[in-house]
């Protein structure tokens, strides 16, 4: 299960940071990361976190935003700054885990609004 929190409703230029919480019998995370989905627009990768540190963000968001993580809580945030209107979407959390030694597969969150007025 991943819940996230911490979506709303900020103007242009403002900053929003959304956290990330996997639970559930997890046995290894191999990498969890954001991804959002505009009205009329397919689902895009926004960051991603390997476990071991390692950083990738989409080019329309480097430099703005930021991905970090704690592995000892299995939780994964994205801090948000200098947001554009284009960043209105849905943020979905990702994790590709496996569960009490089944297959590595993706798990979603529920998703949390991000809306950024100009």
């Known amino acids: 299960q991943l819940v996230e929190s911490g979506g709303g409703l900020v103007q242009t230029g403002g900053s929003l940071r959304l956290s990330c919480a996997a639970s559930?019998?997890?046995?290894?995370?191999?990498?969890m990361g954001w991804y959002r989905q505009a009205p009329g627009k397919q689902r895009e990768l926004v960051a991603i976190?390997?476990?071991?540190?390692?950083?990738s963000y989409a080019d329309s968001v480097k430099g703005r935003f930021t991905i970090s993580g704690d592995n000892a809580k299995n939780m994964v945030y994205l801090e948000m700054n200098s947001l554009k209107p284009e960043d209105t979407a849905v943020y979905y959390c990702n994790a590709y885990l496996r569960r009490a030694l089944g297959p590595f597969r993706d798990y979603w969150g529920q998703g949390t609004q991000v809306t950024v007025s100009s």
């Open positions: 976190r390997g476990s071991g540190g390692s950083t």
């Open positions: 559930g019998g997890i046995f290894n995370i191999n990498a």
